[in-house]
């Protein structure tokens, strides 16, 4: 069965600080790796994909995600935090050729100033 | 440019009324079309995915069902609402290969 985790319901940085969000995925064959951003009361927005070639992927914001195949992981990362990067992140995975996302449960970034 | 509308943004409902939750999108042809419900701000639960006109695969067994009348509007609807219907509800389209783009979202209270 194909899912996603993030092992972190909750993370804390303070402003300025690098963060990290971590993402693992289980699925047959070479995914397509995605992180998402949502804002209270409002819809996901797409930050990043990771598809083939370069496994550090860059997105919108100032966000980057590395792909890992061997530790099938695809942490998003930001080396310097902003008050207005506390929002709630997605990490979601689409298994080549499949229709369907598969997204993890979320983690919640507090960044502190 | 593309663009995705959910209407309504918010709506409150007694337990055994009726629902229809209408999506949009503007500038793509033949989209995949998705529902899903998010609970408390959290994770996201597929309902529903189209992939063309009148194609409806329903992931969870449930209270909901779903339409894709034409191309690009897919409609969420409920014969009689429970108090567990509550939720936000997010539609999004995404084309081959790609991310999907979500919509704002209907906030949804079954009192």
Same mark, same amino acid.
């Given at each position: +069965? ?8 909750? !993370?804390?940085?303070? &402003? ?18 995605? =992180?998402?951003? %949502? #804002?209270?009361?409002?819809?996901? %927005? $797409?930050?990043?994909? #990771? ?12 966000? &980057? ?15 310097? +935090? ?32 | ?5 959910? =209407?309504?943004?918010?709506? !409150? ?24 419900? @998010? +609970? ?8 529903? #995915?189209?992939?063309?006109?009148? %194609? ?5 067994? %449930?209270?909901?069902? +779903?339409?894709?009348? @034409?191309?690009? @509007? ?14 936000? #509800?997010?539609?999004? =389209?995404? !084309?081959?290969?790609?991310?999907? $783009? ?10």
């Amino acid at each position: +069965a194909q899912s996603v985790a993030q092992p972190e319901d909750q !993370v804390n940085v303070a &402003e300025g600080n690098p963060l990290t969000v971590k993402c693992t995925y289980s699925v047959s064959g070479n995914p397509y790796l995605f =992180w998402y951003v %949502q #804002y209270p009361n409002r819809g996901l %927005q $797409f930050l990043l994909k #990771y598809i083939t070639g370069d496994n550090l992927v860059k997105g919108s914001y100032g966000f &980057e995600a590395e792909f890992n195949k061997s530790q099938t992981s695809f942490h998003l990362k930001k080396p310097s +935090a902003l008050v207005s990067d506390s929002a709630l992140y997605f990490c979601a995975v689409r298994p080549l050729g499949g229709q369907n996302f598969v997204f993890g449960p979320g983690t919640r970034l507090s960044v502190l100033p | 440019s593309q663009t995705i509308h959910q =209407w309504p943004a918010t709506l !409150v409902q007694p337990v055994g009324s009726p629902l229809s939750l209408e999506c949009t999108v503007e500038g793509t042809s033949n989209p995949n079309l998705y529902w899903y419900r @998010q +609970a408390a701000g959290r994770g996201l639960q597929l309902l529903f #995915y189209s992939v063309g006109i009148g %194609q409806i695969s329903s992931e969870v067994p %449930q209270n909901l069902s +779903a339409s894709r009348p @034409q191309d690009r @509007q897919f409609i969420l609807s409920s014969k009689k609402l429970l108090l567990s219907d509550s939720g936000f #509800y997010l539609c999004a =389209w995404s !084309v081959v290969s790609n991310e999907q $783009f979500f919509g704002p979202g209907t906030r949804l209270t079954v009192l």
